[in-house]
């Protein structure tokens, strides 16, 4: 990788001094654009790549072949997408998946509009039909320049090969600059075909350098922070993409404030630090909720204040004044207007502070918020159970070590995984977040265990999630990944029941699935094992087994339907207003305890 | 103008085909009042066009502001009076 990624010129200089005088003329050759995208592809330090070829991005793929970088053959464009996707988030390197045009680009677009949402850096290389046909309706023709353009951090639509050059350098500086995401890159086929002469290469796109901190605003902040009396630091996601987990650990420690987690920042701090208040929110711990009822300062790291994370956002932390530090400038008063911001990245704002701070401790507030936990603690009902939602959650967590990185689907499972799961590291857990897409867990996890193989995948699913990539069991089979399915089946749609049975008087519309999958047997129908452990005399045995084994596997764990995600803050509702059971007299909130 | 509190911004844009559609593209999707926009290339550098905007939006501007500047293709954002802008100069073409 390093050395695809080391400039020709480095490579020139060992050479014995005969040939060096062709060098100091520099070497043109002749190139298609195809050609050169591999190879800037290459120097990019690129070694895999998720796709599905079709007609308008053949060049590419004929390409590709004469190229040291890997093909993993997706059997939807939205795996692709999701597999690169996967191998993004666990590396926080920029991945690149290919399609087609037309329909190929059109199944692209939820994997990208995905990493929009949660910041991740995907490059998609579309193919398009030649540039004398754009606006002809030719042949699986579409704007996809249009379609990818509200869904993309940017997005091009090539017209020359030259424009090449430019464009994946630039492609990729972006989607790693600042606030990551995803880049769209549109490439009509005559341009992939046009030969052009190249003398030199531009050097690969890196993560431009981030503004400089002061020191002035961050004093300001600790300053503030010192002054209050029941402050709270909220971690987001920002902390886990700017690697500044060891440097907020530190300043939580240092300054000894508790911390709440959003979805995105689980795993910062490991779930049973003495300062991790878990995850704030929706379906946050009650403490949680309540801590934040009574803090008076809090400091946003690396977070979006989210609708998932503040609930109703006037009743949000009803007696606290904001911090926000956030390298996107747009973020600064989007949701809630700050007293203080500072635009920057988040582990340098971090490290610079650990440098001026002076250690304190917050006896009085520490004491309170573990009254608080001890008070209103996060109830993990069935939680010895292997048949219940948290009992299988603890029962794999109990049987994998912390090596073992975590996916998940959309639904009821994610929620009780996130709840959970004792996580204790930063990018230990990837999760569709922000666009909450059902049929991401199978594929970012094939592209989370091809990017750390020596790390077992686990991927827990809904029945409902599965069903919407579950063509990939192929592509894992194919690979023979070290990754785990587990299915939580309700045979449900079981978040959706959930919701109609809490805000729509238990009318329960579509949401159950008449036809059951059997998805051992699908599994194996594509070449992956499938065990259901209802089958086994010694269930928890079989679960062992089935996780120590390499490989890929699908566990299928029968469960209720009638399982429920407490609490639950009902969406637009206050967050202190949680409900916490499903009957309705004993849905009072629980901060009305007073 | 028919604009109840119409603030001006005047950017200045990579022409580069694409350009119009992540602005007004952006408007759209954050839902932020467009009144009026015209837009041509630079007199004197080809490689740059001035798009003048004209919003109503007084309690998102700075916010609107800031997303407009994250656009990759836009390199500067000034609000603008209507004192010396291009609407003021046109107002006789939107009778
Ligand atoms: C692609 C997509 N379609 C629809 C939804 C809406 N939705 C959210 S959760 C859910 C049910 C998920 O069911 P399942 O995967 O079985 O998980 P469970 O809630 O039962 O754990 C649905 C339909 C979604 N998030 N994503």
Known sequence: MTELATPTRAAADSLPTETRLDVAAPQTRELSGARLLIELLERQGVTCIAGVPGGANLPMYDALSHSPISHVLARHEQGAGFIAQGMA?????????????????????????????????????????????????????IDTFGLMLPISKHNYLVRSAAELLEVIPAAFELALSGRPGPVSVDIPKDVQNEIISVTDLPAPGVRAPDPVVADEP??????????????????????????????LRRFAERLDIPAVQTFMGLGVLPSDHPLSLGMLGMHGAPYTNLVLEECDLLVGLGVRFDDRATGKVAAFCPNAQFIHVDIDNSEIGKVLQPVQSIVADVGSVLELANRMLEEQRNTKWRQRVDQLKNDHPLDLDGKDELFRPYGAI?????????????????????????QAYPFVRPRQWISSGG???????????????????????ICFSGDGSLMMNIQEFATAA??????????????????????????????????????????????????????????????????????????????NIPISETEMVFPMVAPGGANKDMIVSEKPDAANPAGASK | MSVANPAILK??????????????????????????????????????????????????LQQLIRQTEKLVDVICVEPHAMEGSAFEATQEYFV
Not at chain 2, 26 to 45: K, Q, T
């Open chain 1, 218 to 247: 961050v004093l300001a902040m600790i300053e503030r922070i010192q002054a209050a009396s029941k402050p709270v630091l909220m971690i987001g996601g920002g902390i886990v993409y700017a690697g500044a987990t060891d440097a």
């Open chain 2, 11 to 60: 950017l200045t844009v990579r022409n580069h085909p694409g350009v119009m559609s992540h602005v007004c593209g952006l408007f759209a999707r954050r839902a932020y009042n467009l009144e009026g926009i015209m837009v041509r290339p630079v007199r004197d550098n080809k490689q740059l066009s001035r798009m003048w905007l004209l919003v109503n939006e007084e309690e998102r």
């Open chain 1, 435 to 457: 666009l909450g897409t059902m049929g991401f867990g199978l594929p970012a996890a094939i592209g989370m265990a091809l990017a750390a193989p020596d790390h077992k995948t």
């Open chain 1, 394 to 418: 603890a029962a794999v967590a109990a049987l994998v070590d912390d090596n073992a990185n975590i996916t998940t689907d959309v639904g009821q499972h994610q929620m009780w995984v996130a």
């Open chain 1, 478 to 555: 194919e690979h023979n990944l070290d990754l785990k399915v587990i299915v939580l089946n309700n045979n449900h749609l079981g978040l959706v029941r959930q919701q109609q049975t809490l805000f729509y008087e238990k009318n329960l519309s579509a949401v159950k699935f008449e036809q059951r999958t059997d998805f051992p047997a699908a599994a194996r129908a594509m070449g992956m094992k499938g065990i259901d452990l209802s089958d086994f005399e010694n269930p928890q045995q079989a679960l062992q087994q089935a996780l120590n084994e390499p490989g890929p596997c699908l566990i």
């Open chain 1, 89 to 141: 988030r666990i590396t926080g390197q920029a991945q690149v998946c290919f399609a087609s045009s037309g329909p190929g680009a059109t199944n692209l677009l939820t994997a990208v509009a995905d990493a929009h949402l949660d910041s991740v850096p995907l490059i998609a290389i579309t193919g398009q039909v030649p540039q004398a046909m754009i606006g002809t309706d030719a042949f699986q023709e």
